[in-house]
């Protein structure tokens, strides 16, 4: 599935849209009923992990007075802003432009006074709808997805979207392989999201040096939100340390190269994606590492959990064992 990058550009894809009006709402999805998006103002626009929320209201208000996040304490954040790219900046400036585009909206959609003055008799609470996508889930703005290859029997197939939004400008988003459910609020914690300033990088490590092998922790979204298959096992090669090694066995020199590392490739990730480009993977999918060792495979998971397919070079990452541990 997308992970946190692939989301947060979506989000870089939607957010233009706020402050404009549904006028009509389209798809296969069964999951929601469409009519409840039709005429609703598309309010704001938030990311968290792997999670996309939509906010919709009856009237155009000025954002963020409705959100009910979940935020922890963001001041004792420790992340290294040395390891941050031109992606904040990139994110920052777009945002920016969007929020003066959006007061615009808001002050020509105003015909009278009294009719935005209605804050002080109450008004529709907003309502989120949230976003998790699946193995091949996007978002598109103003396009329509298309078929990359022919199938096994020679079809072209046109991927069909589950969400169609048509705005009153004559824009579109469209939503392909995603679940969708309706939320009172959108639950986000910055300081486990890998992708936000705020990230918390000493609970992050109290969590990496845990008994559990690493593979296992970082993929936990109350500790790495965001961070999916892809990044693990990059960033574990990259540190040169086993899927399987115990937290407990590493040291804190280690521990920080695991943590370094995971935020230097989802930040670099990010700034490719918001350019255009793609990614060049060390040891996703390779057969040989880029010092030509043979790489292992294997699906690992913690017991009754998901397991997920986990390259990594024997030479490279090394097995540590207990020192009272002998090989056979």
């Known amino acids: 599935m997308p992970e946190g990058p692939s989301v947060k550009k979506f989000y870089t894809l939607a957010f233009p849209f706020v402050g404009q009006l549904v006028t009509k709402a389209g798809g296969s999805t069964k999951k929601i009923d469409l009519k409840d998006l039709n005429q609703r103002y598309f309010q704001d626009c938030m990311v968290h992990g792997k999670n996309l929320f939509l906010a919709f209201g009856s009237d155009l208000r000025t954002p963020g007075n409705d959100r009910a996040c979940d935020d922890l304490e963001a001041g004792s954040s420790t992340q290294d802003p040395k390891l941050s790219t031109g992606s904040d900046m990139m994110l920052q400036e777009k945002e920016q432009e969007v929020s003066d585009l959006r007061k615009l909206r808001s002050q020509a959609s105003r015909k009278d006074a009294n009719a935005f003055d209605g804050q002080a008799k109450g008004k529709d609470a907003l309502k989120w709808l949230r976003f998790h996508f699946g193995?091949?889930?996007?978002?598109?703005?103003?396009?329509?997805?298309?078929?990359?290859?022919?199938?096994?029997?020679?079809?072209?197939?046109?991927?069909?979207?589950?969400?169609?939004?048509?705005?009153?400008?004559?824009?579109?988003?469209?939503?392909?392989?995603?679940?969708?459910?309706?939320?009172?609020?959108?639950?986000?914690?910055?300081?486990?999201?890998?992708?936000?300033?705020?990230?918390?990088?000493?609970?992050?490590?109290?969590?990496?040096?845990?008994?559990?092998?690493?593979?296992?922790?970082?993929?936990?979204?109350?500790?790495?939100?965001?961070?999916?298959?892809?990044?693990?096992?990059?960033?574990?090669?990259?540190?040169?340390?086993?899927?399987?090694?115990?937290?407990?066995?590493?040291?804190?020199?280690?521990?920080?190269?695991?943590?370094?590392?995971?935020?230097?490739?989802?930040?670099?990730?990010?700034?490719?994606?918001?350019?255009?480009?793609?990614?060049?993977?060390?040891?996703?999918?390779?057969?040989?590492?880029?010092?030509?060792?043979?790489?292992?495979?294997?699906?690992?998971?913690?017991?009754?959990?998901?397991?997920?397919?986990?390259?990594?070079?024997?030479?490279?990452?090394?097995?540590?064992?207990?020192?009272?541990?002998?090989?056979?």
């Open 135 to 328: 193995m091949f889930g996007s978002v598109r703005a103003n396009e329509f997805a298309r078929a990359k290859q022919a199938n096994k029997k020679g079809d072209w197939n046109v991927p069909a979207a589950r969400l169609v939004l048509s705005f009153d400008d004559g824009g579109f988003l469209a939503f392909y392989n995603t679940r969708m459910d309706w939320v009172s609020r959108p639950f986000t914690r910055p300081t486990c999201d890998i992708l936000s300033a705020t990230f918390h990088r000493g609970q992050a490590l109290e969590a990496l040096r845990r008994s559990k092998p690493v593979c296992f922790t970082l993929l936990d979204q109350r500790y790495f939100s965001g961070l999916g298959n892809i990044i693990k096992n990059e960033i574990l090669f990259f540190a040169g340390v086993h899927p399987l090694t115990p937290g407990s066995f590493l040291d804190h020199k280690t521990l920080e190269s695991i943590l370094d590392h995971a935020l230097r490739f989802t930040s670099e990730w990010l700034h490719n994606k918001l350019q255009g480009k793609g990614m060049h993977h060390q040891i996703y999918l390779k057969e040989t590492c880029p010092l030509g060792h043979q790489v292992m495979k294997d699906t690992l998971g913690p017991p009754g959990a998901l397991k997920r397919l986990t390259w990594w070079c024997p030479e490279c990452q090394p097995e540590i064992l207990p020192k009272h541990t002998v090989h056979p």
